[in-house]
T-cell receptor, first 111, second 113 residues
Framework: TQLLEQSPQFLSIQEGENLTVYCNSSSVFSSLQWYRQEPGEGPVLLVTVVTGGEVKKLKRLTFQFGDARKDSSLHITAAQPGDTGLYLC???????????FGSGTRLSIRP | DAGITQSPRHKVTETGTPVTLRCHQTENHRYMYWYRQDPGHGLRLIHYSYGVKDTDKGEVSDGYSVSRSKTEDFLLTLESATSSQTSVYFCAITPTGSGNGYTFGSGTRLTVV
């Protein structure tokens, strides 16, 4: 069974704090995507990382793809209430053009 | 400015009845997907389409069928709804395959009683 594990499952922190969420697998991916989902809406694509070791920044969000392309992390600096949501990672297997989703990290930022 | 819409947004139906969910896109994207989202399971692929009348099964296709008679519409049918099909269903589109990332619809919350 191909799995993509995200941790932590839930995270509640104070506004202004920093946080990191993780996406791990034993499989190698050709690329990895991060989405954010708000209640009652579909996931929205934040970023795609393709190269092992790649780092991408989106304002206060920093995404990193592991050197071996088996894992990824999302770091948020100075979290704000608007960052609240469910963060999903999704890994693409190039051999079958198949994508799998992790079960997500639910993030809550307290004012 | 939504290029993808799902209907209905909410539905309650009885066990054993057929149900059809609709996904409509205005982006002229080739690929369309149906996912279900359940707590602890993330998003799981039900069926997908890579062109008009071209569809294939995903990992949780039992009890579901799909049809795509034109580029803009992708229908998901539950032939005989069961309580285990209570879920939130999402449609997604992408122009050239999964590697480009998906645009998701807002979802349909289906309750089977």
């Amino acid at each position: 069974t191909q799995l993509l594990e995200q941790s932590p499952q839930f995270l509640s922190i104070q506004e202004g704090e920093n946080l990191t969420v993780y996406c791990n697998s034993s499989s190698v991916f050709s690329s990895l995507q991060w989405y954010r989902q708000e209640p009652g809406e579909g996931p929205v694509l934040l970023v795609t990382v393709v190269t092992g070791g790649e780092v991408k920044k989106l304002k206060r969000l920093t995404f990193q793809f592991g050197d071996a392309r088996k894992d990824s992390s999302l770091h948020i600096t100075a979290a704000q209430p608007g960052d609240t949501g469910l963060y999903l990672c999704a890994g693409l297997y190039s051999s079958a053009s198949k994508i799998i989703f992790g079960s997500g990290t639910r993030l809550s930022i307290r004012p | 400015d939504a290029g993808i819409t799902q209907s209905p947004r909410h539905k309650v139906t009885e066990t054993g009845t057929p149900v059809t969910l609709r996904c409509h896109q205005t982006e002229n994207h080739r690929y369309m997907y149906w996912y279900r989202q359940d707590p602890g399971h993330g998003l799981r692929l039900i069926h997908y389409s890579y062109g008009v009348k071209d569809t294939d099964k995903g990992e949780v296709s039992d009890g579901y069928s799909v049809s795509r008679s034109k580029t803009e519409d992708f229908l998901l049918t539950l032939e005989s709804a069961t309580s285990s099909q209570t879920s939130v269903y999402f449609c997604a589109i992408t122009p050239t395959g999964s590697g480009n990332g998906y645009t998701f619809g807002s979802g349909t919350r289906l309750t089977v009683v």
